[in-house]
């Protein structure tokens, strides 16, 4: 197993661009789910993604928007970049239905973005 | 909706000295409840985990107990050691809700030899 891999490892952006960030799963892993982590704070769901669809959003405006493709790997978007953006994003991947039987999540290190 | 509430830190202990960080929770149906640990300067590590209720979680000399009468998950160590010192975050996720997880805001435990 490669473990779970994002890219870039640091972001800087300015308010109103758009970014995407990308994520490599684990192979044989069919949910990906996005978190962002504010400083200080406890990674905060976005969405998740199971064998190639939406499966579940949490709080977050359409502007954060998601793709996973049949190789394992997966994209965050986000459009129209505001400071409070400003976060590490992490992915998580996992076998199967993470969450279902408690389902084991696989983190990868995170993505810093940073907003000016 | 869901939500985890942890004791706010930091913890600071000294070598061997006993661990306890609470964690409560509220959830509709039946969670599944989560340890990860987070290093510096690395991601999130699953710890421990517990799926249903009077489950015990354990794992490298840390355990938690899955107490539904109490809505609790509380991580205990007996001995820590300077190794340990990282932050320490409870979650839930909820399976009735396509695995949303729902993180608690994180305990940052130092230990000092």
């Known amino acids: 197993e490669t473990g779970v891999t994002q890219s870039p490892t640091h972001l800087i952006k300015t308010r109103g661009q758009q970014v995407t960030l990308r994520c490599s799963s684990q192979s044989g892993h069919n949910t990906v789910s996005w978190y962002q982590q504010a400083l200080g704070q406890g990674p905060q769901f976005i969405f998740q993604?199971?064998?190639?669809?939406?499966?579940g959003r949490g709080n977050f405006p359409p502007r954060f928007s998601g793709l996973q493709f049949p190789n394992y790997s997966s994209e965050l978007n986000v459009n129209a970049l505001e400071l409070d953006d400003s976060a590490l994003y992490l992915c998580?991947?996992?076998?199967?239905?993470?969450?279902?039987?408690?389902?084991?999540?696989?983190f990868g290190p995170g993505t810093r973005l940073t907003v000016l | 909706g869901n939500s985890v509430t942890q004791m706010e830190g930091p913890v600071t202990l000294s070598e061997e000295a006993f661990l306890t960080i609470n964690c409560t929770y509220t959830a509709t149906g039946y969670p599944s409840l989560f340890w990860y640990v987070q290093y510096p300067g690395e991601g999130l590590q699953l710890l421990l985990k517990?799926?249903?209720?009077?489950d015990k979680g354990s794992n490298k000399g840390f355990e938690a107990t899955y107490r539904k009468e109490t809505t609790s998950f509380h991580l205990e160590k007996g001995s820590v050691q300077v190794s340990d010192s990282a932050v320490y975050f409870c979650?839930?996720?909820?399976?009735?809700?396509?695995?949303?997880?729902?993180f608690g805001d994180g305990t940052t435990l130092t230990v000092k030899p």
């Open positions: 993604y199971y064998r190639e669809e939406e499966n």
């Open positions: 998580a991947s996992s076998p199967g239905l993470a969450g279902v039987g408690g389902d084991t999540q696989y």
């Open positions: 517990a799926t249903k209720a009077d």
């Open positions: 979650a839930l996720s909820d399976n009735t809700n396509a695995g949303k997880s729902t």
